[in-house]
């Protein structure tokens, strides 16, 4: 099963405030201190991928300190080279073409997420541009099993706001048009590559399900999801005899199943549930695309077989290899697979599976470089807000700070609040390497899964629509004072830090609870919910209205009422603590005058705030070297607010483009290590 949806991108997450000093630390860490770049550098090797007919074996690795394609004989992985070049923009996502002849990746161009799509044939090293189109933005529709000589894409050059889906011609590199489209949201293919499903939205934010036959749509709706299940409802694909189609479905129910739908007469069956979580990831037979297991995620991964065989093989994996298991890639044969197993207190390892053999094969650790390193635990633990709702959380102290390994530690800790972005996604179990870095630093780190967060039900997720900075920030204050109560920190030694929803977080926090953090970090977080919607990419269209539902209507005054109170701008005077902001120049979701605007309204009133600004990143900072100067000066701004350790800048704004508009003499170092670069 190889089709996609065009799926919606979801958003993401007293006035002398100069910092001193920083104090004595509140902890003394026994672990050694990592070097920063371990976390946030380039990873030794990574996406381990198997070409489809098992004959070649590729991953991601640096090439001259940027992220690109490396192949190797799948017998004999030493033998790699480096299949792409890229100089600047490392390469983030990549698969094999059906015929196992090319490798395909996206790129974009500073963040920009006008992603075009590359190939690069495999024997020659030859590459090409296979979607030339300006200003355009490529996502895959579908890829089959059955036909090896094409895939379809769908491009946004005619209009910016709807993907018209083509046929790609691998070998030549022609674009013939299949679907053009005129308002909806996304599309499924089958094995054949024929479009069989498109989604439109509906007013009500919902979504209107239609049979597609011959490339055209019919008129009455074969399906439809109001705004509560519009999260967790969508089509996965078709079996390769496209008599079955699954859903991901929470329709009469509040957890989401994986369902299988008869094509012909639309009767449906449960194939798997959870009544605490969501289905969210499957595994499917390469050459039937039945489904074989699902996973639900509650406070870890559990996974269910349906296929013996395959529970077989999961439970021989789980008693080979220690910590969680993600089957990453599979060989058309299903002869073997790629395996990934993350232990948390020690970095990613990957191995090949020989299913014939029964034989397990390591083939890397991604971070080498952290191996031995005295890395920490993660908790998941369950937090009651104040209403009752249960915030699935997850804690993580610094190595030696819990001497009885339960959670707790030996005393009271400074405490980073680390908030998902969004906020239509999740925090999970595993390794992060946010986390590690902050517990090395002494601190412990709390990610809490606030409502709207996805993968517990629709229920929790309607529970935080209209809810941005309200309710949803309360759930944040209750976890902080959950952590307060179990003796795990103090509430004068709280900070608040996150990306998208989570950099709101950080602004909402400071502005409207503003005695309730420390100080605080915001990486690209929208400051003004009204001008965030005006701003959105056009490729959001479809989810506009969803948007709108969720956050509140800027075309309604009660709406544009409710923007403007949930909005962090208008309150920058009641600024008290510490704040850091870091920015991408070209992000198309949160714009740069997100920053740009709060951080003028705080120095009109004379209130200190360090602004950093990259102008070659977007909505997160994907060149490590601008992840690593952006940290540098995180953790320099956290030790003079909690009192942590930190690494002394060094040389770590070497290679970045950082600059700082404003307020550099506000976090100690960075005046220097700026005059130093």
């Excluded at 194939?271 to 509650?298: F, N, R």
């Excluded at 109560?485 to 977080?505: C, E, F, N």
């Amino acid at each position: 099963m190889r089709s996609s949806v065009l799926a919606l991108a979801l958003l993401l997450g007293t006035t002398s405030l100069t910092l001193a000093a920083p104090p004595a630390p509140a902890t003394s860490p026994a672990a050694p201190l990592i070097e920063r770049a371990k976390f946030f550098g380039n990873p030794s090797r990574t996406q381990a991928k198997l070409s489809p007919d098992g004959k070649w074996l590729s991953w991601i690795a640096p090439r001259d300190g940027v992220l690109n394609i490396w192949v190797a004989p799948a017998s004999d992985p030493t033998k790699a080279k480096a299949l792409t070049a890229e100089k600047v923009r490392p390469i983030r996502q990549y698969f094999w073409s059906p015929d196992g002849k090319m490798i395909l990746f996206v790129n974009d161009k500073g963040g920009d997420e006008n992603f075009v799509l590359y190939g690069v044939t495999v024997a020659t090293g030859e590459q090409r541009t296979l979607t030339p189109q300006e200003k355009t933005r490529v996502d895959i529709v579908g890829t089959s099993h059955r036909i090896k000589d094409r895939i379809l894409v769908g491009l946004n050059n005619r209009d910016p706001r709807w993907f018209d889906v083509y046929s790609l011609d691998l070998a030549k590199g022609a674009l013939t048009l299949v679907f053009k489209n005129d308002g909806y949201a996304g599309v499924t293919a089958d094995e054949d590559l024929k479009i069989r499903l498109a989604g439109k939205s509906r007013p009500d934010g919902g979504t209107d399900f239609f049979r597609v036959v011959d490339n055209k749509v019919e008129a009455q709706p074969l399906g439809a999801v109001g705004l509560e299940d519009s999260l967790t409802t969508n089509p996965l694909g078709y079996t390769e005899d496209g008599k079955t189609l699954y859903w991901i479905d929470s329709r009469g129910r509040d957890t989401a199943a994986l369902i299988a739908q008869d094509a012909a007469t639309g009767a449906t069956q449960v194939v798997g549930q959870s009544a605490k979580a969501d289905v969210g990831e499957i595994l499917a037979d390469p050459k039937t695309g039945v489904v074989q297991a699902y996973a639900v995620d509650y406070l870890r991964t559990e996974w269910t077989a349906l296929d013996p065989k395959i529970g077989a093989e999961l439970d021989f994996l789980k008693t080979q290899l220690k910590g969680d298991i993600h089957i990453t890639s599979r060989t058309d044969d299903d002869s073997a697979w790629i395996v990934v197993v993350d232990p948390v207190t020690a970095p990613a390892a990957t191995y090949r599976f020989d299913r014939k053999a029964h034989t397990l094969t390591k083939l890397f650790v991604n971070r080498p470089e952290l191996e031995g390193a005295d890395l920490s635990a993660m908790h998941p633990v369950e937090i009651k807000a104040r209403d009752g709702l249960t915030l699935v959380s997850y804690l993580t102290l610094p190595a030696g700070a819990d001497s009885k390994g339960d959670g707790h530690p030996d005393q009271p800790l400074p405490m980073v609040l680390f908030v998902h972005g969004g906020p239509w996604a999740r925090d999970g179990y595993g390794y992060n390497g946010y986390h590690q870095w902050l517990a090395n630093r002494g601190y412990a780190v709390l990610s809490v899964n606030y409502r709207g967060s996805t993968g517990f039900g629709k229920n929790f997720i309607t529970a935080g629509n209209l809810q941005w900075g309200r309710k949803m920030h309360d759930d944040l204050i209750d976890a902080v004072d959950w952590a307060v109560k179990q003796g795990i920190t103090t509430k004068d030694k709280v900070a608040i830090m996150g990306g998208s929803y989570g950099g709101y977080a950080t602004l909402a926090g400071l502005t409207f609870t503003p005695d309730a953090f420390a100080c605080g970090v915001d990486i690209v977080g929208p400051s003004n919910l009204a001008t965030l919607l005006k701003t959105i990419p056009p490729y959001w269209e479809a989810g506009k209205q969803q948007f709108y539902k969720r956050m509140g209507d800027p075309t309604t005054e009660d709406g544009r009422q409710l923007l403007h109170d949930a909005s962090p701008l208008f309150k920058a005077a009641d600024i008290k603590k510490p704040l850091l902001i870091g920015q991408g120049a070209n992000d198309p979701r949160v714009n740069q005058a997100e920053s740009d605007q709060i951080v003028k309204a705080m120095k009109e009133k004379n209130i200190p705030v360090t602004y950093i600004l990259f102008p070659d990143e977007g909505h997160g900072f994907a060149r490590p070297e601008n992840s690593i100067a952006f940290n540098a000066a995180a953790e320099q701004f956290l030790g003079a607010c909690l009192g942590g350790r930190a690494e002394p800048f060094g040389t770590a704004l070497k290679g970045s483009s950082i600059t700082v508009p404003d307020g550099a003499q506000f976090t100690p170092g960075l005046q220097a290590a700026l005059a130093a670069k």
